[in-house]
């Protein structure tokens, strides 16, 4: 079996504002699970990026292990990459990110990686709020070691094999918000007109913009016993709103009725126009956006769209005054200024 793409594309396919065909932005062939939400998630990461006109080696994809860590291997094969250990992609991350902040971060997740084994790191990466896409790919089981219930499994849900769920499931949404993150977002692996615009939203973001994606296992975890099930999501989804993101070379022509619409401007002067539900609270509120994830619990439904918003965000590099040239591109002469200005330092600390 061939893991390579075939090569060959139709001489007229679509080009994006630099160029590039929808094949600059692809990797080598999946080779996960025929009917895999991960792949559903891939495509609409290809697509944004292709549609967004970002440069494929401007961008930096991570990963930690599991079915999802696998994932950067089929989007950006002409991208820069790095596939840590278990649980330690938000440490690579920080360290690539202090080297070159030019740079697009996008770190993909499990909720296994995230929610288990890499919970202490996950929590530092978002309150330090640095500036990256944090994609978590949730199935709520360890697919890659056999379906095992992870920490985002809901209680009481029951997997193909397994028995019913007896600990609290952990939300990572509701967990970001609270530990600081400015832009939070969920989305399901089967909605794609949903997932595309708020991963758009998400890369122009500035500051850690935080999309958890509930991609149902085909394998271990598609029961309709299942709170994680293609049939159950399905059924139980509640948008907070519909939404359209308009990037910041689109003329903007809209007109906004403000008893239906909210447009929510972005740091680059990309623009989110949220068609808000009259009975739903405005997302840049943060005590709002907790309690309509609180409410939609007890109502059995899972909550999607973008949670909350803020967006005069200030990232990492702002919050700690860091250099306005990345440190990758800085002379020895301006790292290692000589002892004077050492003992300067060292005696303004006294």
Same mark, same amino acid.
């Given at each position: 079996?061939?893991?390579?793409?075939?090569?060959?594309?139709?001489?007229?396919?679509?080009?994006?504002?630099?160029?590039?065909?929808?094949?600059?932005?692809?990797?080598?062939?999946?080779?996960?699970?025929?009917?895999?939400?991960?792949?559903? @998630?891939?495509?609409?990461?290809?697509?944004?990026?292709?549609?967004?006109? @970002?440069?494929?080696?401007?961008?930096?994809?991570?990963?930690?292990?599991?079915?999802?860590?696998?994932?950067?291997?089929?989007?950006?094969?002409?991208?820069?990459?790095?596939?840590?250990?278990?649980?330690?992609?938000?440490?690579?991350?920080?360290?690539?990110?202090?080297?070159?902040?030019?740079?697009?971060?996008?770190?993909?997740?499990?909720?296994?990686?995230?929610?288990?084994?890499?919970?202490?790191?996950?929590?530092?990466?978002?309150?330090?709020?640095?500036?990256?896409?944090?994609?978590?790919?949730?199935?709520?089981?360890?697919?890659?070691?056999?379906?095992?219930?992870?920490?985002?499994?809901?209680?009481?849900?029951?997997?193909?094999?397994?028995?019913?769920?007896?600990?609290?499931?952990?939300?990572?949404?509701?967990?970001?918000?609270?530990?600081?993150?400015?832009?939070?977002?969920?989305?399901?692996?089967?909605?794609?007109?949903?997932?595309?615009?708020?991963?758009?939203?998400?890369?122009?973001?500035?500051?850690?913009?935080?999309?958890?994606?509930?991609?149902?296992?085909?394998?271990?975890?598609?029961?309709?016993?299942?709170?994680?099930?293609?049939?159950?999501?399905?059924?139980?989804? %509640?948008?907070?709103?519909?939404?359209?993101?308009?990037?910041?070379?689109?003329?903007?022509?809209?007109?906004?009725?403000?008893?239906?619409?909210?447009?929510?401007?972005?740091?680059?002067?990309?623009?989110?126009?949220?068609?808000?539900? %009259?009975?739903?609270?405005?997302?840049?509120?943060?005590?709002?956006?907790?309690?309509?994830?609180?409410?939609?619990?007890?109502?059995?439904?899972?909550?999607?769209?973008?949670?909350?918003?803020?967006?005069?965000?200030?990232?990492?590099?702002?919050?700690?005054?860091?250099?306005?040239?990345?440190?990758?591109?800085?002379?020895?002469?301006?790292?290692?200024?000589?002892? %004077?200005?050492?003992?300067?330092?060292?005696?303004?600390?006294?």
């Amino acid at each position: 079996m061939s893991y390579v793409r075939p090569t060959f594309r139709h001489p007229d396919s679509q080009k994006n504002k630099l160029g590039y065909s929808r094949k600059a932005y692809e990797g080598a062939i999946s080779t996960l699970c025929a009917g895999c939400g991960h792949d559903s @998630i891939v495509s609409s990461i290809i697509t944004a990026f292709f549609e967004m006109s @970002i440069e494929p080696h401007k961008v930096v994809k991570l990963s930690g292990i599991g079915c999802s860590s696998k994932t950067p291997a089929y989007f950006l094969g002409r991208s820069h990459g790095f596939n840590s250990v278990h649980g330690r992609m938000p440490s690579v991350a920080t360290g690539a990110n202090m080297a070159n902040k030019d740079l697009v971060y996008l770190g993909v997740s499990g909720d296994g990686d995230t929610a288990s084994i890499g919970m202490g790191q996950f929590a530092h990466v978002v309150r330090r709020n640095l500036n990256m896409i944090y994609v978590v790919m949730n199935n709520g089981c360890y697919g890659l070691t056999k379906g095992q219930d992870s920490a985002t499994a809901d209680k009481g849900s029951k997997s193909r094999k397994g028995a019913p769920v007896s600990f609290e499931s952990i939300d990572l949404c509701e967990l970001a918000i609270l530990m600081g993150a400015d832009f939070v977002g969920r989305g399901f692996s089967g909605d794609k007109k949903q997932l595309l615009p708020m991963l758009k939203a998400a890369i122009s973001h500035k500051g850690m913009a935080f999309v958890d994606v509930i991609s149902p296992c085909v394998t271990f975890n598609n029961a309709p016993t299942s709170t994680k099930s293609y049939s159950w999501v399905r059924d139980h989804m %509640e948008a907070t709103s519909t939404f359209d993101f308009i990037p910041m070379q689109q003329e903007i022509l809209t007109e906004y009725d403000h008893g239906s619409s909210i447009p929510v401007p972005l740091h680059d002067g990309s623009i989110i126009t949220l068609h808000k539900r %009259e009975d739903k609270e405005v997302i840049t509120n943060k005590k709002d956006a907790i309690a309509s994830l609180e409410e939609a619990k007890v109502k059995d439904h899972i909550l999607t769209g973008i949670l909350y918003l803020k967006p005069d965000s200030e990232d990492f590099h702002d919050i700690n005054q860091t250099t306005d040239t990345p440190l990758s591109q800085l002379t020895e002469k301006e790292l290692c200024p000589g002892n %004077e200005v050492l003992q300067a330092f060292n005696e303004s600390l006294r």
